[in-house]
């Protein structure tokens, strides 16, 4: 017992067992993964989708004519977000498949998995984002341990009012806190939709736009499962979305464990960070920098 509380890094095993309960209550409210039809709908390209299995998988294609995407029926504020994902394969160079979630007012608030194609061989870089009452630039990418086009892989979102969290297959890949007390927004009052897109972002995608889409290789594929959403749904009468398992103090931050798996992220496979950006796109270090982990 004692072993597998310092593995979590918990400092006592009564805290520990308090913890495992937790995420015992967590799992049985998880319940079984939705379809695609009982949680989202085609948005655009609706000629470029495909339901297979009954609606447990779904596919966007991207061609010289259109790509496509699909969001969430509903609005969401905080909550746990997975998707299973199943990247292009062979050379995906200047394609963007994006897994996100935006609300859609002018100043808007924005939470960023963009994955960037690129030619066979050379692998995906993921890039994460987040908009803050309309204001981005907060850019991080990395480059996966895995080939995410042979097999689908879990990719999540955890947003409480006290930190979002992107994880990929259960590690965390980057946390963002809540910094208002030093003046920086955080995502509390815009509820947001789930989105997924697959679209041509070959000025900018792979090696700064300099590789361009091979379009002889189109139609080009990125697999959807999972569609587990558990959240606050926003509506007229929903005044307060506080008192969930996402609030609970186990996931207000991460505990030794989870950050341990973060550093090894941040140390091997993290090759851009906007906060140790040295090309003079800031003119200060964003003050969010020295208080996320």
């Known amino acids: 017992m004692k072993g597998c509380v310092k593995l979590l890094g918990f400092k006592t095993v009564s805290e520990y067992i308090c913890s ?55 609005k ?19 394609t963007v498949t994006a897994y996100y979630m935006s609300s859609d007012t002018s100043s808007h ?40 086009s042979a097999d689908f892989h879990n990719y999540s979102i955890l947003w409480n009012q006290k930190q979002i969290v992107f994880s990929v297959d259960s590690i965390p890949i980057r946390v963002f806190k809540n910094n208002e007390r030093i003046g920086v927004p955080y995502l509390k009052n815009q509820p947001m939709k789930v989105i997924s897109t697959l679209w041509n972002g070959e000025d900018w995608a792979t090696d700064g736009g300099k590789v361009k889409i091979d379009w002889s290789k189109a139609p080009f594929i990125a697999s959807y499962q999972g569609f587990e959403v558990d959240g606050c749904v926003a509506s007229a009468s929903s005044k307060s979305c506080t008192g969930h398992w996402w609030d609970q103090s186990l996931f207000q931050g991460l505990n030794r464990n989870q950050l341990r ?23 200060r270090v964003p003050p969010e920098c020295a208080l996320n982990p």
């Open 109 to 148: 608030d924005e939470i960023d998995f963009e994955f960037l194609g690129n030619i066979a061989g050379k692998g995906y870089h993921v890039q994460t984002n987040v908009f803050a009452s309309g204001v981005g630039n907060r850019e991080q990418r990395i480059k996966l341990w895995f080939d995410p």
């Open 261 to 283: 798996k973060l550093r090894w992220v941040q140390r091997k496979y993290t090759f851009y960070d906007y906060c140790k950006d040295k090309s003079g796109r800031f003119s």
């Open 76 to 94: 969401y504020l905080f909550g746990s977000f997975n998707m299973r994902i199943k990247l292009i394969p062979g050379n995906s160079a200047g």
């Open 20 to 74: 495992v309960l937790i995420l015992i209550f967590y799992f049985l409210s998880q319940g079984e993964s939705s379809t695609f039809n009982e949680k989202f709908g085609i948005s655009w390209g609706n000629d470029h989708i495909r339901l297979l299995n009954n609606g447990n998988t779904a596919q966007l294609s991207l061609d010289y004519s259109s790509g496509s995407g699909f969001a969430s029926i509903d």
